[in-house]
Structure formats: structure tokens, C-alpha cells
């Protein structure tokens, strides 16, 4: 019972659950006593204004952060009382201050947080400004709500400070157990085998993970110096640079697996193969739970008995007559076993080391720090994106009229309780239509469901204490399906609404309205991404596929420069690395999000999934080259690696050209080279080495580039040239 209890605790939905429980029984519990009914709303209100504005962060960054929310809550509350009576200003503020808001947000996700906690604040302080006994009311028990959550939250991290950071580590894990599992679907030996259905979840598993250790390296940078992180976090530091190692090995490929899967359609050493990476996988959730209990890992003999039985089967396929059990390609295609063998077993050694502190060498020791730190980088972060090209800028336009269009609705038709629509539209307005619509579905089922739940509960619990317990229920479940299930959330949130408006006697009064508010809010949100500045998908999806290649094209540069120097996990090294899976993550994300656009506005759509396919494909490739890194001494054969990597750099090149919109006339297409393609070739027939690896690599990448061309061309017709001066958020 007591490591069950730890392993609630240590979840993140759970943990955070208890907290919000503990504040809102804080509120409830003494408005109740002291029969201070005209509290309630405002002071909850500000402990959700509060949540939903925090972001993790050390804790004196969170102090920080805090001390600027409730300066910004001040400032946004007191704007919305001073410039309630005059409605011309108001929605003049109300517009440059939601542009200015969110365009706080191309500093860093904590100023986004605070941004949309502000914009959101003002709008609770419009739904009570009408009843509001003086100018001071709402703004001072709005902050004192808000105020009152931020205590609670940082008594709360004092007692389980490395809480965060054990969290993301774990997810980390969970996620790379995801991964696993896609991989191993690979290895069933069909005769038939199709990879691009399991390339394409393979890709989404991969994005997944990717998002874990993004969210892990930033939950470690907001508790560095610059990059730099404390003694106290070390371990964390270790487990995260192990979790890269591990990914950048189970990304990769070596071969065709569906030529591994002819060849060995009668052996059981795919399947071995494939156990091997699901016990992998299961090992991984063992470590994720072992992080998640902070305790030390104790890594299970499965993967390693897994090991031993594959290493015997490949030994008895290479001490059998191989042409009569597997086929005339067998020869080759054992070697590709072999390199499978040796990459997992590298990850198996990597679980062994997890423990070992000293596994991070001196070069790891810095993590790549992006955020701005200064007054002046900061508006230069801001300026960059004050360009149409920029998506938060569109976002800010959007919104801000958006929102002064809903206010226009409710003082045309003297909506009393019409600042819901003002609400709504501002959950449900998005930087992109797939997510906004995602959203405006949830919101609507969400809002429908709680008015049908609500308005029986208001009968059947008329008692002032029964709706108190329903309110912090309510409160409770809204922030535990918050992220996992925002059609619950809505729900929930709703019945808070309705039970806190039932403290002053109007509960059934808004039933209607809200219902009404929202469909008004979600129609001005979808009209908002649809109409102003829309950011279609299939519009822009060149430039994510450019930069796909680009950062793949770097990444290769990194790992080929490897083979001279021998292997290091440098910071650039790093950076490459992250950066190819980034946007590898970002183009599967703008593909699926064309997908739930309207039919009209998508566009080579089976085109799209190929080329995503091949991008994964060709990142696997170079991923499987960094995995396998060591020095080369040769002379001829970095030649012959130098050569090859020239005509492919050049490729990549002139695909980002091509994609990116550039003139491509005044650029020259690399005509392909036959004698590069033999040598390549004829290396693969060698004895098994790095040397033959990294060779078969080229040349697998090397027979990728014209169907890319050709994808590439079908493309290049209908494109917008890049904005030079576009920078990507961080």
C-alpha cells in the first residue's frame, strides 16, 4: 500500500489534483463560515486565472513569475474596471492589449502563460463589473484568489522540489517505451510487408517522444544557470543525455525491413528481434517508475536473456549453410542483423549504466540555453515576430479582433451575461484551425453535458454546503481532465459556474446564456483562424518540409565529421541532433493538422505522407550513422565517405532550394553520380565493419534522393517564398 500511495503521489494528474483540492477547500471553507457569499466567485475565479498561468520553473524564477503575473493581473483588473463605463475606449484596450499580450508570448512559454492568464483575468473581472460594489472589489479579491493559489503552489513544491523534474524524466521514458513498441511492428517477417503504414506511426510515436525530452531539457534549463546545471540535478542531467543516447539508437534504421522480412520470412530471428524490443520497452517502463518512486533502477534480466537467445540464433544462421535457408540476398542481409545486434545491444548497456553517475562526460555538461535573458533580447525576440509570416502574430490579430467583435455582439444586443462569449472565444481561438476546432468540439459537448448535469443538481441539492462541495468537486475535476480530456473539463467547469452563480440566487439565470455564449464564442473563434489571416497548412507545408531537410542536412554534416574525429557528444552535436527531430516531429504535426482542415484548403495529401515517410526514413538513416560513430583511419575510404556525402549534401541543398521557394534556375541540380553509386554499392559486399556501415548508410540515403526530387517538383509549383527574416519560436 505504501509504494502504491508513492506511485499516486508521484503522479503528476494526481499530485497536482491534491493541490488545487487543499486551495479551493481554502476558499470555500471560510466564505462559508463567515457567510461571505459575494467571495466566492471572485476568489476562485483568481485561483483558476492563477493555475492556469503557472508554468514550472526553479524556485526563485517562480517567485519571479509570480510577482510579474499578479503585476500583470493588477494592471489588466483595474484596466477593465477604469474603461468599463466608456465602451469606445474599452474595446480600443481591450484590442491593443490582447495583440500586446500575446505577442509576449515569442519571449518563452512562461511570458505566454502569464499573457493568457492576464487576458483571461480581465475577462472574469467584464463578467462581475456590472454588480461590482466599487472599482477596488474585483481586482483586489480577484489578486487575493490568485494570490492565495501561488502560496499554496510554492509551499507545495518546498516539499518535493525535484518533483518536476522526476516527472518529465519519467515521461521521458514512458514515451521511448511507446517508441519501442511502434519499432518492434517492423520486424514481423511478412513476405509482403508495406513499412510506410508503420514509418508513419513509427513518426508519431517518434514526435511524442521527442515532445518528452523537450519538455525534460526545459524543465532542467529553468533550473540552470545558463545552460549550466547544479550538482543537485546531476543525476537528472545523466538520465536525460542516457535517454538521448537511447533515442538516437532506437530511431535508427540500418536496412530495408521489408527486404529483412524476405529474406528471413522462415527464421525465427525477426521475431526474436522483435521481442527483444518489446522487453526493451517494458524495461523502459520499469525505469519511468523507478524515476517516477526516485529510486535507484534495478534493471530486470529479461532484455539480457532476450539478447543472449538472438546473438545464439544469428551465430547458428552464419554457421549454417545460409543460401539454402534464407536466399541469395542472405549474405548481405545478415549483416544488417548484425548491425541491429550491436545497436541494441548498446541500448542494453545504456540501461545498465543508467546508475553510474559518471557517465556524462565533461562536454555534457552544458545544456543548449535559448531563452533571452536581457531587456534587449527580449524585444528582439518580440520584433522578429512582427511579420505576417510569424504564426504567433496572426494569432494576436485573430484574437484581438476576435474578441473587441465579441464585445461589439454583446453592447449591440445588451447581452447581460454576454462576456461569456468573450470567454469562449478566447479558449477556443487557437494558432491554427485543427486545434481550434479540436477545441471548439470539446467546448461545445463539454458545455452541453454540464448544463444537462447542472440544472438537475441545482434541484436536487438545494442546500448552500451541497453546492459548496460540488463547486470544489467541480474545480477539482476541471483541472485533472484539463489537458487529457478538455471535453470533461468543460463540463466540469460549467457546474462550477452554475453552482457559484447559484450562491447569489441566479444559478438557472445562466443556463441559457451561457449555452448561447458559447455557441456565439466558438463560431467567432472558428470565423477568426478561418477568415483573418488564415494559416492553411497545405500553404506552408514546403516550408516545414524545407526545413526538415535542412536540419537533416545538418545533422549528417555533424555525424560524417564524426568519422575523422572519432565520436563526441558535443554541444553542436546536440543541438543538430534535437533540431532534425524537431522539425521531422513538426512536419508529422502539420501533415495530421491538413488532415482536419476543410477539403478545399488540403492538397497533396498522399504526396505529403511519402514525403514524410521518406524524411523519417532519411533521419533514421543518419540516425543509425550517429549511433554507430567512431573513428576512421583510412584515408581512401573518408574519401570515398566525402565524396558521397558531397553529392548528398548538394541533393539537400537544392531540395530546400526547390521547397523553400527560392529561383532555383540560377541553381544547378547535382547530376547523379554512377561510379559514386557502384563504389557504395560494392562496399555493402565487404566484410562487416564500420567502415561497410557507414557506406551502406550513404548509399541507402543516396537511392533516396530522386523520389524526393520528384516529390519535391510536384511541390515546388504552388509555393510562397520564405521570409528570410522569419524566426522560428522557441
Request: aromatic letters at 10%; a neutral charge.
Amino acid at each position: 500500500m505504501s509504494q502504491q500511495f508513492q506511485l499516486y503521489w508521484a503522479n503528476k494528474t494526481f499530485n497536482y489534483s491534491i493541490l488545487i483540492l487543499i486551495t479551493l477547500l481554502g476558499v470555500v471553507i471560510p466564505c462559508w463560515y463567515f457567510n461571505l457569499k459575494t467571495l466566492i466567485i471572485p476568489l476562485i475565479l483568481g485561483v483558476i486565472a492563477a493555475a492556469l498561468s503557472e508554468s514550472d520553473d526553479s524556485f526563485t524564477g517562480r517567485l519571479k513569475a509570480i510577482l510579474l503575473t499578479l503585476f500583470c493581473f493588477a494592471i489588466a483588473s483595474l484596466s477593465v474596471e477604469l474603461l468599463f463605463p466608456y465602451p469606445l475606449f474599452f474595446v480600443l484596450g481591450l484590442a491593443l492589449s490582447s495583440f500586446g499580450f500575446i505577442m509576449l508570448g515569442a519571449i518563452g512559454p512562461r511570458y505566454a502563460s502569464i499573457a493568457f492568464g492576464s487576458i483571461l483575468i480581465a475577462i472574469y473581472t467584464m463578467l462581475g463589473a456590472q454588480e461590482s460594489p466599487n472599482l477596488w472589489f474585483q481586482p483586489t479579491w480577484l489578486l487575493c484568489g490568485a494570490a492565495w493559489y501561488f502560496v499554496m503552489s510554492m509551499l507545495w513544491q518546498g516539499m518535493a522540489p525535484s518533483q518536476p523534474i522526476q516527472q518529465s524524466a519519467a515521461n521521458v521514458f514512458f514515451r521511448l517505451a511507446d517508441y519501442l513498441d511502434a519499432k518492434s511492428q517492423l520486424f514481423h517477417p511478412l513476405s509482403n510487408l508495406t513499412p510506410q503504414p508503420h514509418r508513419l506511426a513509427e513518426a508519431k510515436y517518434n514526435s511524442a517522444t521527442v515532445d518528452a525530452l523537450n519538455q525534460c531539457k526545459n524543465t532542467l534549463l529553468s533550473r540552470s544557470k545558463r545552460g549550466h546545471i547544479h550538482s543537485s540535478h546531476r543525476r537528472f542531467l545523466t538520465i536525460y543525455f542516457l535517454a538521448q543516447d537511447i533515442h538516437e539508437r532506437v530511431s535508427s534504421s540500418h536496412y530495408r525491413y521489408q527486404e529483412l522480412a524476405q529474406d528471413f520470412q522462415r527464421s525465427d530471428v525477426m521475431f526474436r528481434f522483435k521481442y527483444l524490443l518489446e522487453t526493451q520497452a517494458k524495461a523502459c517502463r520499469e525505469l519511468a517508475q523507478s524515476i517516477q518512486l526516485n529510486e535507484e533502477y534495478q534493471h530486470s534480466g529479461d532484455s539480457i536473456v532476450a539478447l543472449d537467445e538472438l546473438q545464439s540464433s544469428i551465430q547458428y544462421l552464419r554457421d549454417t549453410d545460409i543460401r539454402n535457408v534464407t536466399g541469395d540476398s542472405s549474405r548481405i542481409s545478415l549483416a544488417q542483423l548484425g548491425y541491429l545486434f550491436n545497436n541494441l545491444t548498446m541500448v542494453e548497456k545504456l540501461f545498465s549504466s543508467i546508475n553510474q553517475n559518471d557517465s556524462v562526460a565533461q562536454e555534457d555538461d552544458q545544456l543548449d540555453d535559448t531563452d533571452p535573458h536581457t531587456l534587449k533580447a527580449m524585444w528582439l525576440r518580440i520584433k522578429a515576430n512582427f511579420n505576417k509570416d510569424s504564426i504567433l502574430f496572426r494569432h494576436a490579430i485573430r484574437l484581438s479582433l476576435a474578441l473587441s467583435l465579441g464585445y461589439g455582439i454583446i453592447q449591440s444586443l445588451g447581452l447581460e451575461r454576454g462576456y461569456w462569449i468573450l470567454l469562449t472565444t478566447l479558449f477556443v481561438c487557437q494558432p491554427n484551425y485543427s486545434a481550434t476546432r479540436q477545441k471548439l468540439t470539446s467546448r461545445v459537448i463539454g458545455t452541453i453535458a454540464g448544463l444537462l448535469v447542472g440544472v438537475p443538481l441545482l434541484t436536487v441539492f438545494p442546500s448552500q454546503e451541497s453546492q459548496l462541495v460540488f463547486i470544489v468537486l467541480s474545480g477539482l475535476l476541471f483541472f485533472a481532465f484539463r489537458i487529457n480530456n478538455y471535453s470533461y473539463a468543460t463540463g466540469f467547469i460549467t457546474l462550477l459556474v452554475l453552482f457559484c452563480f447559484n450562491q447569489l440566487g441566479e444559478g438557472y439565470a445562466v443556463v441559457l446564456p451561457r449555452l448561447a455564449d458559447t455557441l456565439i464564442g466558438c463560431a467567432l473563434a472558428v470565423g477568426a483562424v478561418s477568415l483573418i489571416l488564415p494559416d492553411w497548412q497545405s500553404k506552408r507545408l514546403h516550408r516545414v518540409m524545407a526545413d526538415a531537410l535542412k536540419s537533416n542536412n545538418s545533422y549528417l554534416a555533424q555525424v560524417i565529421g564524426q568519422y575523422r574525429i572519432g565520436k563526441k557528444d558535443s554541444l553542436n552535436y546536440r543541438i543538430a541532433r534535437r533540431q532534425a527531430h524537431n522539425h521531422d516531429a513538426a512536419l508529422n504535426a502539420a501533415i495530421n493538422a491538413m488532415l482536419v482542415e476543410p477539403g478545399r484548403y488540403r492538397g497533396a495529401v498522399e504526396e505529403s505522407f511519402r514525403f514524410l515517410t521518406l524524411n523519417h526514413a532519411l533521419l533514421s538513416y543518419i540516425s543509425a550513422m550517429g549511433a554507430h560513430r567512431s573513428r576512421i583511419d583510412d584515408e581512401s575510404t573518408h574519401q570515398l565517405i566525402l565524396e558521397a556525402h558531397r553529392f548528398i549534401h548538394q541533393q539537400l541543398e537544392s531540395l530546400y532550394l526547390k521547397l523553400s521557394g527560392s529561383n532555383t534556375d540560377t541553381h544547378e541540380q547535382p547530376s547523379y553520380d554512377s561510379a559514386i553509386e557502384k563504389r557504395l554499392s560494392e562496399w555493402r559486399e565487404e566484410d562487416e565493419n564500420s567502415v561497410k556501415m557507414i557506406l551502406q548508410q550513404l548509399h541507402l540515403i543516396y537511392r533516396m534522393m530522386p523520389e524526393m526530387q520528384s516529390l519535391a517538383s510536384k511541390f515546388s509549383a504552388r509555393l510562397e517564398p520564405i521570409n528570410k527574416t522569419d524566426q522560428p519560436l522557441n
